[in-house]
Structures are given as structure tokens and as C-alpha cells.
């Protein structure tokens, strides 16, 4: 069955660095744009970036372009958040997900499989 399984998480100093994985299984990974996720307490489930296919191309919200970056290793079905420079409100469940639309999806209703989600906590 298909499977996104997020990695990575913990708690980081504001200024720190993670890095996430969400490995994938069970459908073909490489045919899917891979995106990434977060929501915080009480608040609704925010999109961070994407990447497409091939791994040639991110789009990352304004929130933390320049600090995120994502990429993807097709050979090993699995997709990174490279998170730099971390603040207190970076703190969240971060969540992969895959869409088979192409372009930018940028909306939950856009993605078709989930992961469990992993906690990120930035705090001294």
C-alpha cells in the first residue's frame, strides 16, 4: 500500500539546522510532484514548497524561501526539507505529501498521498 514515511524531526535552538526525510513506497514515486507541509496548534495545515519530477525545480512559500530547501533522490523514493536558520515559529508537524498534478499544487486538495507527519520544535 502506499506509504510516506516523514523523518528527522526534534527539537533545535532558533538559528539551528534539520533536515527532514519522508521516504515513499508503494506507488511510483518519481511520477509525482513531492510537496511539503506544516501546521502548527490551531492553525490550518500551511504549504512550505514542492518539487517537481525530475528534481529540477522548487517553489517554496515566502515564509521560508532562502532558508528551506527541498530535493529529492528518485533512486531512493525519498524527499528532503533541508531547514536552515530556524525561528521559533518554524514549529510544527511538518508533513510530505505527493500530487500527480501538474504545475505548483499548492493546496491539501491537490495531493493524494499523506504522511504521519513529524514534530519540529524550535525553541532555546
Known amino acids: 500500500q502506499v506509504q510516506l514515511l516523514e523523518s528527522g524531526g526534534g527539537l533545535v535552538q532558533p538559528g539551528g539546522s534539520l533536515r527532514l526525510s519522508c521516504a515513499a513506497s508503494?506507488?511510483?514515486?518519481?511520477?509525482?510532484?513531492m510537496g511539503w507541509f506544516r501546521q502548527a496548534p490551531g492553525k490550518e495545515r500551511e504549504y512550505m514548497g514542492s518539487?517537481?519530477?525530475?528534481?529540477?525545480?522548487?517553489t517554496y512559500s515566502d515564509s521560508v524561501k532562502g532558508r528551506f530547501t527541498i530535493s529529492r533522490d528518485n533512486a531512493k523514493n525519498t524527499v528532503y526539507l533541508q531547514m536552515n536558520s530556524l525561528k521559533p515559529e518554524d514549529t510544527a508537524v511538518y508533513f510530505c505529501?505527493?500530487?500527480?498534478?501538474?504545475?505548483?499544487?499548492?493546496?491539501?486538495?491537490?495531493?493524494?498521498?499523506w504522511g504521519q507527519g513529524t514534530q519540529v520544535t524550535v525553541s532555546s
Open positions: 505529501a505527493a500530487s500527480p498534478i501538474q504545475g505548483t499544487p499548492r493546496t491539501r486538495s491537490q495531493y493524494d498521498y
Open positions: 508503494g506507488f511510483t514515486f518519481a511520477r509525482y510532484i
Open positions: 518539487i517537481n519530477w525530475s528534481g529540477t525545480s522548487t
